[in-house]
């Protein structure tokens, strides 16, 4: 498979479309995950946010994709396939459930871009994996998350005290889930 042809493509919008992470999408991992805004509000992505993290990303994607026989993990890309964003399904048990977590580069934000994201990445997962459950876990201070579950028809099930520890400090999380 070359560099630039995704073996899958989740057509969205016509703003938007998810497919393959890439090795030449480290540049745009670079770039946008070195906002401290997009790591406050995720659990997982570093900061100062490296090349080599990103050169690391890259190939844990690929090896989850190597698993698995096919993507579970996407870039979200504009219409000259840039990478704007990424969005992911982890602990994925097919026919059972998996968990969303997703990011998407700040000058991007506030568009509605993410709730159509979520809500063609939600069917597909449904459609292709069927699944019955997909979970999703946020801090609580970030409300545009939790509204772009919401708008998708994810409830809130609970608050997990102390549920990930970030740096030094550990931090609560709201736990989401769409069930059909």
């Known amino acids: 498979m070359s560099d630039n042809t995704p073996r899958r493509r989740i057509d969205v919008n016509s703003r938007v479309h998810l ?3 890439r090795a030449s999408d480290k540049a745009a991992f670079v770039r946008h995950l070195s906002d401290g805004d997009i790591c406050h509000y995720t659990f997982r992505i570093p900061f100062p946010y490296s090349e080599s993290d990103a050169e690391q990303w890259i190939r844990f994607v690929a090896g989850i ?3 698995y026989g096919e993507p579970t993990k ?3 890309r504009d219409p000259d396939e840039y990478l704007i964003g990424s969005l992911g399904f982890d602990g994925l048990t097919k026919g ?3 968990e969303i977590g997703y990011w998407l580069a700040k000058p991007y934000w506030g568009h509605g871009l993410m709730t159509d994201v979520l809500r063609a990445a939600c069917t597909f997962a449904f459609d292709q994996w069927n699944l019955v459950r997909i979970t999703a876990y946020v801090f609580p201070f970030n409300k545009a998350s939790q ?5 998708n028809g994810f409830q809130f099930e609970g608050l ?4 990930h520890k970030k740096g030094k400090e ?3 999380a709201k ?6």
């Not at 997990?160 to 549920?163: T, V």
């Open 96 to 98: 059972h459930s998996a």
């Open 147 to 151: 509204r772009v579950l919401e708008k």
């Open 170 to 172: 550990f931090l609560d």
């Open 65 to 67: 994709t190597e698993d």
């Open 160 to 163: 997990l005290r102390k549920h």
């Open 19 to 21: 497919s393959e992470i």
């Open 74 to 76: 996407f870039a979200i």
């Open 175 to 180: 736990l989401y889930a769409l069930v059909p």
